[in-house]
């Protein structure tokens, strides 16, 4: 079983910057691959990027490529997603997932078995 728990969220202003972090209970986090995705009210939850098990590949939507990075640290049982440049409608609930184990990353959600409770992340003009 896995447990994951985000941080990080708030609220700021357009352009600005924000760290969330996800920390993960469990002993398989180190051979899981890790995606985060967002929902903003009224949408679909979204795809925002993942990162493989290993760290070494990633991968993002179209929409925070270039401003968006996922990094992890396996020893800590931790990813983390920084967010630059934030924009207006980046604002929604960030929520980390972790898939079994030696699984590839994916941007389908279906694909992930654990999931956190999520935090919000809200960018004012």
């Known amino acids: 079983q896995v447990q994951l728990v985000e941080s990080g969220g708030g609220l700021v202003q357009a352009g600005g910057s924000l760290r969330l972090s996800c920390v993960a209970s469990g002993r398989i986090f180190s051979s899981s691959s890790m995606g985060w995705f967002r929902q903003a009210p009224g949408k679909e939850r979204e795809f925002v990027g993942t990162?493989?098990?290993?760290?070494?590949?990633?991968s993002y939507a179209g929409s925070v490529k270039g401003r968006f990075t996922i990094s992890r640290d396996n020893n800590k049982n931790t990813v983390s997603l920084q967010m630059n440049s934030l924009r207006l409608e980046d604002t929604a609930v960030y929520s980390c997932?972790?898939?079994?184990?030696?699984?590839?990353?994916?941007?389908?959600?279906?694909?992930?078995?654990?999931w956190g409770q999520g935090t919000q992340v809200t960018v004012s003009s």
């Open positions: 997932a972790a898939r079994t184990p030696y699984t590839g990353g994916s941007s389908n959600s279906n694909d992930y078995k654990y």
């Open positions: 990162i493989s098990w290993s760290g070494q590949s990633t």
